[in-house]
């Protein structure tokens, strides 16, 4: 693959490019129509290609992807650091260029046919929006789009630190335990001796009922909700979503779910769940033990 950056700033029907070689060189800056642009870049060599993301740019991206080029997409309030001397559509694409090479921005995800879709009411004329909410509305979705390409790659990190923590790895086996919840309980339940037995890790995290004694007469009502309130409605996400795929299910973990079910609401079967999963994930953690999961549990169950 040739090792030069083509930076090419975007029009309706003239587009300017900017070749960049490693070593800082320009050996060409060319424009193009939009047939000369396809012709020349089924052409060229296997290249990376650097443009500012915006709804033309998926197109291309899609198109030159489709040729085998490399695509970086880059955000373009990012790229206005890197403009030098007077604007104009090649200093531009030098500037697109350099901020690809630099490699300190995060490029924006490419988006397919059908999430380009999604923002089509920008563009109808007919549903009476005015020109200022739009460009509103266009900018918080490209907002929208940083924000999910920033998760994505804190989920990524995440799932790959988890795979790699022995601790993680043991409680992950357990149902309702993806690399999320494995590592938040791990990091907030610390060695776990600092429990004596797994109903006082229930107990700090506020899954188990409070108490209304008065004389004789014990009432037992909602959950305390004491803790890491974060950490609690993680750990109840993933009990939910067991919960949610045990009715079909036949092993001992979801006998019990469908048995409580019965005779309890949902919600409230969710926090059973969640109440028995954190008393086992300590002596996961505490005990040094594995989980062996029940025959027939299903996989995917977790978050």
């Not at 089924?42 to 040729?67: D, P, T, V």
């Not at 335990?177 to 506020?206: E, H, I, Y």
């Not at 309130?229 to 001992?252: F, I, W």
């Not at 002596?283 to 040094?288: A, L, T």
Request: aromatic share 6%; hydrophobic share 40%.
């Amino acid at each position: 693959m040739n090792h030069t950056i083509l930076g090419l700033d975007l029009a309706k029907s003239i587009f300017h490019s900017v070749e960049l070689t490693p070593a800082g060189k320009r050996p060409m800056r060319k424009k193009f129509s939009r047939g000369q642009l396809k012709k020349f870049m089924a052409n060229r060599q296997l290249s990376k290609i650097a443009m500012e993301a915006c709804a033309s740019a998926h197109y291309w991206a899609r198109l030159f992807e489709g040729m085998g080029h490399e695509v970086i997409l880059l955000p373009p309030q990012h790229v206005k650091g890197y403009l030098r001397n007077q604007k104009n559509d090649y200093n531009d694409a030098l500037a697109i260029a350099e901020a690809c090479h630099h490699g300190a921005i995060r490029p924006a995800q490419i988006k397919s046919v059908a999430q380009q879709d999604e923002p089509l009411i920008l563009e109808d004329a007919e549903n009476t929006l005015t020109p200022q909410f739009r460009e509103l509305l266009h900018r918080e979705y490209e907002h929208l789009l940083i924000i999910k390409a920033d998760v994505d790659w804190c989920n990524q990190q995440l799932e790959q630190k988890s795979k790699q923590d022995l601790v993680c790895k043991r409680l992950m086996k357990m149902p309702g335990f993806g690399p999320v919840v494995s590592c938040a309980v791990k990091t907030w339940m610390g060695d776990g001796q600092q429990f004596n037995k797994g109903r006082d890790a229930s107990a700090a995290l506020g899954l188990v009922p409070r108490q209304h004694t008065s004389g004789d007469k014990i009432r037992l009502m909602g959950i305390t909700k004491r803790g890491d309130k974060h950490l609690r409605s993680t750990l109840v996400n993933g009990a939910r979503a067991v919960v949610s795929h045990a009715e079909k299910k036949t092993d001992p973990l979801s006998q019990w779910i469908n048995r409580l079910r019965e005779t309890h609401c949902f919600n409230k079967v969710v926090i059973a769940l969640a109440n028995k999963l954190i008393r086992m994930a300590w002596v996961v953690i505490s005990r040094g033990e594995d989980y062996h999961a029940y025959p027939g549990l299903a996989q995917g169950q977790s978050t």
